[in-house]
Each structure stands twice: as C-alpha cells, then as structure tokens.
C-alpha cells in the first residue's frame, strides 16, 4: 500500500512587527497564521541578551500551537531580516533590530522545540519561494523586494547564491544618485531610498512639503496628482537603472519583482522599461522576462520551508 502520511513543511517570515508562519505542502499552503512578535520594540526595550531571550520566547509560542495541530510538519524554515552567515547561520546583524549581533535563533530555537531549523536571509527566502513558484526556470532567478526597503535574492543552479559571507545581492544599497538621500547604510543615493515605501514617501515630501505614505501617493497619482506621478516614474528609472547595473554582472534572464510597491507598477512600467533597455549592454536588450509576484505575498515564507527540507526532527 502506499504511504499517504502527508509530509508538512513550516516556513516562518519575520518581520519588524509581524510574525507570518505557513504550513505548506509542497509548494500548497494549508494554513497561514500571524502572530504580532512586535520583534523591533523589544529590541528598543531590553538589553541585547534579554531581548534575545524574548525573542527566542515569542517565536516558540508562536511555532507552538502550529505543531501540535500538525504533527506532519518535519522541518522549520526561517527567513530572518539581517546578515546571516550561510554556513553556520549565525546572524552577524540585523539593521532593523538593533542590538541582535551574532545570535543562532535556529540553534537557540531548535534546542527549545526539538527541530533542526533553518535560517536565511529573508530576501533569500523569498526568491527561493518565487523561483519554486514560477516551475524553477533554468536560468535561474533574480527577486526583487519592493516594501519597507529593497531586497535582492540571486538564485542559480537551483540554489541561493548567498555569497562567502551572506552579503551578496545587497542590491537596495546601489548608488543611483550621485550625493543623493542619505542611507541607513551610511552611503547616500542607495535605491533603497527611492524605490522602497520610505523612500517614495521621502519623495512625495521633497516635492510638495507634504508627508504621504506610498499607498497614499499611488492613489493621487491615478487621480492625476503631477508630483506623485513625478515620484513613481522616478522610482521606475532608479529601479531599472539598478537592475541594469546587477544584470551586466550576474546575466541572469528571468527577473521577478515582489513586495507592496509592486501594487502600483502601472505607475512605474513605462519609465522602468525605457531606462532598463537604455542602460542594458546592447546585446541583453529584449532578453530580460520580468515577472511581477503573483504569490500574494507568500513566497518568503514559502521560500523558508522548502530551504530547510533537508533538515528534520532532532527528538
Ligand atoms: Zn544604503
């Protein structure tokens, strides 16, 4: 008879606020559920040593429940924001919790709940999650992140391409802006803080003195707002003007670009495209397929679980 014991697999994305953890089947997902860790404020709020304990605490009763209801599940995934070494999946740092320097949350965690977990980088994960959702194209994938801020994942030869040290693909800190906005990073003019949330709403008040939020701007945009068209068209160039610079080094065909930004690309398209086919090497122009996420905001979770499928159960 054949083995019908299905097999789960869970996959958690971390955010500054929001824990989003999915049981999946295969690439199917069963149940989602969020949790409001609130990761950032107890960042602020404790010493480096007691928020970490906090956090390990808030993520095990957020797993919790989830395993009990699903005794299937064989491995956890996670993908974290921050610097996390591929080898031994130490988070060296995390630029938007502070305080966190080369913690193990999947060792820490893993002791706590029995499992061998996984853990990456969250762009990592995410474009893990969109080329196993796009049918794994040969070429390999490159995933842009559109949200709070702009991250790249790098997927070739069917694997993540994280870099020696964790660090490839910071694409958001390109420079497309000569003495441009200053940087979290320390730079100024990184694309991050133009073709992200923030940055579009830095935009916006630069233009007009007021303080919108990106949602905000897209809608007065469509209603014929000039400077909110203005912003997002300056978001399609500095976008494409990235892009070009990571394709003349990666030659990678098939682009995938995701996060809430994505919602407004009819804004973007047109200048994106006339900047990407200007600044491509003539010989890539016409040969770059970019998909927008249709995966409703599920690839990083996604991503997460199916990274870790080669760990299991350790009791
Ligand atoms: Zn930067």
């Known amino acids: 008879m054949r083995d019908v014991t299905p097999v789960y697999r869970l996959g958690l994305d971390v955010g500054g606020t929001n824990l989003r953890l999915g049981v999946f089947s295969d690439l199917r997902l069963i149940e989602e559920t969020r949790f409001e860790a609130n990761y950032s404020a107890i960042c602020k709020q404790h010493s480096p040593a007691q928020a970490w304990q906090k956090i390990i605490a808030v993520t095990a009763e957020a797993i919790q429940p989830l395993l009990e209801k699903y005794p299937a ?11 996390i070494d591929p080898h031994t999946g130490i988070l060296a740092q995390s630029p938007n919790l502070p305080g966190l320097l080369n913690v193990n949350l999947g060792h820490d965690l ?29 070429g390999g994938l490159l995933y842009l992140g559109l ?14 391409w994280a870099g020696q040290h964790g660090y490839a693909l910071e694409a958001g800190h390109i420079i497309v802006e000569h003495q441009g906005r200053l940087c979290g990073c320390g730079n100024h003019g990184c694309v991050e803080q133009y073709a992200s949330a923030t940055g579009i709403s830095k935009g916006y008040a630069e233009l007009t003195g007021q303080t919108r939020s990106a949602l905000e701007i ?4 469509e209603q014929g707002d000039e400077h909110a068209r203005a912003v997002y068209a300056d978001v399609g160039r500095k976008l494409a003007q990235m892009l070009a610079s990571v394709l003349k080094v990666v030659d990678v065909g098939t682009v995938l670009i995701g996060g809430g930004v994505v919602a407004a690309w009819s804004l973007m398209s047109e200048a994106f495209y006339q900047r990407l086919e200007a600044d491509l090497i003539p010989v890539l122009r016409g040969k770059i397929v970019v998909h927008l996420s249709r995966s409703g905001d599920i690839a990083g979770m996604l991503g997460a679980a199916l990274l870790a499928e080669s760990t299991t159960r350790s009791a």
Do not use: K, M
């Open 218 to 221: 897209a809608l007065a945009a």
């Open 147 to 160: 949200g709070t801020g702009v991250g790249a994942g790098l997927v070739v030869n069917g694997h993540v």
């Open 73 to 83: 599940i064989q491995s956890i995934g996670i993908g974290f924001p921050g610097f």
């Open 110 to 138: 893993g002791a706590r709940l029995g499992f061998n977990i996984r853990v990456e980088n969250d762009a990592n994960a995410a474009a893990f999650g969109e080329f196993s959702l796009l049918g794994q194209p040969a």
